[in-house]
């Protein structure tokens, strides 16, 4: 199953509220994302037969490993980023609000480069 940009942010989503809290439900992700419960549940649900979340009996959500796998590398795009734009004058949010559009299209190839060059500024 090949995961649209609206996939990865779910999935991202679940991610950070799972940092935060190891019991996730449905309910936090719409009230995280701002979305309505039938749209997330929708989204669980094919995220759930696409082998990215499972859902226990109490309704609790986790990621899979692949689940797992495609939230980190988001993630790490997110923040890698949000602190690159930062540091060129961007202002936080901003800054935030642009990586996260970025994250979806940016290539492997330039992300490692951005990566290598914010890390050389450090």
Same mark, same amino acid.
């Given at each position: 199953?090949?995961?649209?940009? &609206? ?24 009230? $995280?994302?701002?979305? &309505? ?6 989204? /669980? ?6 082998? $990215? ?48 559009? /970025? ?20």
């Amino acid at each position: 199953m090949h995961l649209q940009e &609206s996939g990865e942010m779910y999935l991202e989503s679940i991610y950070v509220l799972t940092k935060k809290s190891n019991s996730v439900r449905s309910i936090d992700v719409c009230e $995280y994302m701002g979305y &309505s419960k039938p749209s997330v549940s929708r989204a /669980i649900g094919l995220l759930k037969s696409g082998g $990215y979340v499972a859902v226990d009996g109490e309704g609790y959500l986790s990621l899979t490993q692949e689940g797992k796998d495609v939230a980190q590398k988001i993630y790490e795009r997110h923040t890698m980023l949000t602190e690159m734009l930062v540091r060129l004058g961007v202002s936080k949010e901003v800054a935030a609000e642009d990586a996260c559009k /970025i994250e979806h299209v940016i290539s492997d190839e330039t992300v490692a480069a951005i990566k290598k060059y914010v890390s050389d500024c450090e």
